[in-house]
């Protein structure tokens, strides 16, 4: 008598253990390294307040509010890539503007132009702050504050390319699977990882003067 086995079960994209485990290590190391910059910023601050009520006058908060926004939905347009590459789809699969009918490639690549529009606006930021005086060596405040925003600028532009990485590994795919979807999981576990720092950035240089 035949014995009757069970049909395999359909292969799902799940978020890896351990590639997880690995990248939430090592986004805690860099968690503890933008935690110095926090100390330094409120060390200054404290040295000499004077300084801070006088500079912190010239950041345009409804700019940089604006370009927090952005920053934040890159998040979800990020993690809506995700939801379509734990599905396995690589592109759209209807009418452009049925976002609906989306797949990894949009959502990663209107992920990328929201963060190169955030780049953009931190550094006509930064333009404006030097043309008012406000400099990396004018003062305690212009250090730690291009130092603090710099650093972070730099993540984002280290997950932009990150980003580029994982849309031409897609294309030059024979076929979408696990470790094309893999590698978008850990890309957008680093994206929400610095749009998490930057709303803390933003709530207490901006907001916190």
């Known amino acids: 008598m035949s014995q009757v086995t069970a049909a395999p079960s359909p292969i799902h994209a799940t978020r890896p253990n351990q590639v997880a485990v690995g990248t939430m290590?090592?986004?805690s190391s860099e968690l503890m390294f933008f935690a110095g910059l926090f100390a330094m910023y409120f060390t200054l601050r404290a040295q000499v307040p004077e300084?801070?009520?006088?500079q912190t006058e010239l950041l345009n908060i409804p700019?940089?509010?604006?370009n927090t926004i952005i920053l934040v939905l890159s998040?979800?347009?990020?993690?809506?890539?995700?939801?379509?590459?734990?599905?396995?789809?690589?592109?759209?699969?209807?009418?452009?503007?049925?976002?609906?009918?989306?797949?990894?490639h949009e959502w990663f690549v209107l992920t990328y132009i929201m963060g190169s529009i955030f780049i953009g606006g931190q550094v006509y930021e930064y333009a404006v702050l030097i043309s008012e005086g406000v400099t990396i060596s004018s003062s305690p405040y212009g250090s730690v504050f291009?130092?603090?925003?710099?650093?972070?600028?730099?993540?984002?532009?280290?997950?932009l390319i990150a980003m580029?990485?994982?849309?031409?590994?897609s294309f030059a795919a024979k076929k979408f699977?696990?470790?094309?979807a893999t590698t978008t999981i850990v890309v957008s576990?680093?994206?929400?990882?610095?749009?998490?720092?930057w709303i803390a950035l933003f709530a207490v240089i901006y907001l916190i003067q």
């Open 164 to 169: 580029l990485f994982v849309l031409a590994r």
């Open 63 to 66: 700019f940089a509010t604006a």
């Open 146 to 159: 291009y130092l603090t925003t710099g650093f972070h600028g730099l993540h984002v532009v280290g997950g």
């Open 51 to 54: 300084i801070w009520a006088e």
């Open 189 to 197: 576990y680093y994206w929400h990882f610095v749009d998490v720092v």
């Open 177 to 180: 699977g696990s470790h094309e």
């Open 25 to 27: 290590v090592w986004l």
């Open 75 to 104: 998040s979800f347009t990020a993690q809506a890539g995700v939801f379509a590459a734990e599905r396995y789809q690589r592109r759209r699969t209807g009418a452009l503007w049925n976002v609906r009918a989306w797949g990894m």
